[in-house]
């Protein structure tokens, strides 16, 4: 990008965009947690419920302001791999971190959206995207402080920093994926109900529900760690 090429206007579009994936993300939520309770008379929980299930279409007045505000946040994760890759990949061609670093984030901007959109019920389907997403997360984060280890000798201990920080990303990734308790994610718990009758709900915490919401969590620090980088480097 022609932002790269001059440091006071690249140092405001990076701090413009930190500013928007925070600014849109608060707005998503926002509206959609809002938006759900309308529709289903329930607080949404991020402990039990899916990414897709705030995604749920239905039409009502504020549908279109949530679908905007996910577009536009898609929009702005968009923006921000695009001046990643320009800033990590076109810079650093033979680097074949950053090249990893620069393909691995593509592949996470098109699994973040097919998480949102792609229902539970099609288990095969969603259970592919989830572990494709947890995966590649764990990959692009690891070679991401592989890189900023190895470039110690260019930048100091900034970088020993940074490799630590996503160092704990991924190792954080590591731990979500590899949880035991994910075999068994579709376990259901069987409730007694006042005539006598019995049902089967979800548990409180619905662990591959909540490692998606971990997942994009950790997704969103990373983009932001690598946006600072960006500044401070």
């Known amino acids: 990008m022609i932002f790269s090429q001059n440091p ?13 994936v925070v600014l849109f993300n608060v707005l998503y939520f926002v509206i959609s947690l809002k938006r759900f309770k309308n529709n289903f008379n329930e607080k949404y929980s991020f402990l039990s419920m899916f990414p897709y299930e705030l995604f749920l279409f239905k039409k009502d007045k504020i549908n279109h302001l949530h679908f905007i505000a996910f577009v536009a946040l898609q929009f702005v994760y968009f923006l921000c791999g695009v001046q990643l890759f320009d800033y990590y990949v076109l810079t650093n061609f033979s680097n074949i971190y950053c090249l ?3 393909v691995g984030f593509v592949f996470l901007l098109i699994l973040n959206i097919c998480l949102n959109v792609i229902s539970p019920n099609k288990i095969k389907a969603h259970l592919l995207v989830a572990t494709l997403y947890m995966l590649v997360m764990i990959l692009v984060s690891g ?10 000798f260019i930048g100091g201990d900034l970088y020993i920093v940074f490799g630590v920080l996503f160092s704990i990303v991924s190792l954080s990734q590591i731990v979500i994926t590899l949880n035991p308790k994910l ?13 006598g009758t019995t049902s089967l709900i979800r548990p409180k915490i619905f662990i591959l529900a909540l490692s998606e919401w971990l997942t994009i969590l950790l997704f969103n620090l990373m983009i932001a760690l690598l946006l600072i980088t960006i500044l401070v480097l």
């Open 183 to 195: 075999t068994n994610w579709a376990k259901l718990e069987s409730v007694t109900n006042d005539d």
């Open 143 to 152: 070679v991401t402080s592989l890189y900023f280890f190895t470039s110690y």
């Open 8 to 20: 006071n206007i690249l140092f405001g579009f990076v701090i413009s965009l930190l500013f928007c």
């Open 100 to 102: 990893i670093l620069g």
